[in-house]
């Protein structure tokens, strides 16, 4: 399982989990969440809860605690959409940066492959055109990377407590175990370590 120490090392500008949660219980995103979902910011305040998974997926966990089992799959619905936003709006500086990069590098390409066409036996453009070409590769990589870095990894469950627990027996949990934020799923896994391996 990757830490938030190495996704940053191949990533710099990626978001750490803590980062997400906070931008997640700002008093503007409990604000947005309540709007989305019908309740107070109060209610939103007081039941939502935001944690940080590590198995078997690397995320933030969404649960919500009311008495209404209905209301807090809204609730947990809506938290889990802003917090894929927030995570998104942490990442958008890094994300353009590559996406100009990317740019860049197919402007280049598109004078160098029709000048190396042009002039097969020159070793110097040969060389270009494959260095400028990796790094078109690599960019795009990274581009589509980010691009599909944070998710909702899973429906919201609501279930009912013990029957044993009377105190609770009228409270629902609505539990969105699985919502992968920041880079979860195997590929991309793979991907960042690629990177850290390519840069020691």
Sequence with gaps: MLSDARLVSAFPGVPTLDRVISA???DDALTAIAAASGVTTAEVSADLRL????VPLYGVGVSVTSADGGEAAL???AAASET??????LDA???ERYRTRAALDAQALSVIQPATVASPHDADLALKNWTVSLASNDDSSN??????AFRVGGPVTVVRPSQS???????FAALLAGLAVGLVIAAVRERV????????
Aim: glycine residues 4%; positive net charge.
């Design 24 to 26: 997640t219980t700002s």
């Design 51 to 54: 944690s940080q998974l590590s």
């Design 75 to 77: 609730i947990a619905s």
């Design 84 to 89: 894929v936003t927030r995570a998104q709006a």
């Design 93 to 95: 500086a890094q994300l």
């Design 143 to 148: 581009v589509a990377t980010l691009e599909s």
């Design 165 to 171: 627990s009377r105190a609770l027996q009228n409270v």
């Design 193 to 200: 370590v690629g990177q850290g391996e390519r840069s020691s």
